[in-house]
């Protein structure tokens, strides 16, 4: 019987109750528990690290989605300083989310989180497709090298005083791709969505764990002091545990 039998069955002081009896000495051997609570501990260290990791890409996503939102709304009544103060927005958080994508994808060791983040950031690239780009660069927003944006403010301005109508519209669909982009990637399916998901399961799985193997060597250490079997259970556990 390994940790996960504990957990599951909750059995734990019923378990070494039934299988040791009470024997005599000044200590106890439980150096596989303490083993395994450290392997426990440095998961859960990594998991929360690549939770905060994901939850800031989630967070950028959740902002370009907003701001995308703003430019879908847009038409030919629009005004002049509300679409350049929304264009402004948009073009700063979606080169964060790029620039966020990105540095969560290439950490040196590969977890699920930075393959989520590599994804997510191709995907949201991906809504810059050849017609869009050009379209966006008619009006003065153009595509860098790293896959973010830069508007060209002389350009923009003498698109929206030459044809509004149009700077809007391109605008406007733009925004309505990359708002549907992001609602993918933040929805339970999608690749930030699922991999939060999965790490906050990850993390409580292991909670419950340290605490079993907390509870485990407290009753061990104060029922069955000197059991060889308790020694034998820390090693079974610190083998056995995934």
Avoid at 50 to 77: H, R, V, W, Y
């Amino acid at each position: 019987m390994n940790i996960s039998d504990f957990v599951r069955s909750n059995a734990a002081t019923s378990y070494l109750n039934r299988s040791v009896s009470t024997q005599s000495s000044n200590s106890v051997n439980l150096s596989g528990l303490d083993d395994a609570k450290k392997r426990i501990q440095s998961q859960q260290d990594s998991t929360t690290t690549e939770l905060s990791s994901i939850g800031k890409l989630k967070s950028a996503i959740s902002d370009t989605q907003s701001t995308a939102k703003i430019l879908s709304g847009f038409s030919e009544k629009s005004s002049f300083t509300s679409v350049k103060t929304g264009a402004d927005a948009f073009v700063k958080s979606f080169n964060s989310t790029i620039g966020l994508a990105k540095t969560t994808a290439n950490v040196q060791t590969q977890t699920s989180s930075s393959q989520s983040a590599a994804r997510a950031g191709k995907d949201m690239g991906a809504s810059l497709d050849s017609k869009t780009t050009e379209s966006l660069n008619k009006i003065g927003i153009t595509v860098q090298g790293d896959g973010t944006l830069a508007i060209d403010e002389k350009k923009f301005a003498e698109a929206q005083k030459s044809d509004s109508a149009n700077v809007n519209s391109t605008l406007s669909d733009f925004g309505k791709k990359v708002d549907k982009t992001a609602a993918n990637e933040l929805a339970s399916s999608g690749s930030v969505g699922k991999s939060m998901s999965v790490l906050n399961q990850r993390s409580s799985d292991l909670n419950i764990q340290q605490n079993t193997l907390s509870a485990i060597q407290q009753s061990a250490n104060a029922a069955f002091t000197g059991s060889s079997f308790l020694s034998n259970l820390g090693i079974s556990t610190y083998r056995n545990f995934v």
